[in-house]
């Protein structure tokens, strides 16, 4: 089954934006999105990976220009 998996955010007239969206993780569910204090990186974690298994979690750090809203 394919699914749709992005992060989104809400932007100040309540609509939701996109931020990111992963590909070929579809056994894995994200979690623990987290900007740093001076919003230039972005966190997130797959708790299964590529490989659907348990042990295979991975923490990704996304580097950006991102605007507060």
Wanted: proline share 4%.
């Amino acid at each position: 089954m394919l699914r749709d998996l992005q992060i989104v955010a809400m932007d100040s007239g309540g609509s939701l934006v996109p931020i990111l969206q992963i590909a070929g993780q579809y056994e894995s569910e994200k979690t623990g999105p987290a900007f740093d204090p001076s919003i230039k990186k972005f966190y997130f974690f797959s708790q299964r990976g590529k490989s659907g298994s348990a042990s295979d979690g991975v923490t990704y750090e996304v580097k950006g220009l991102f605007i507060k809203i």
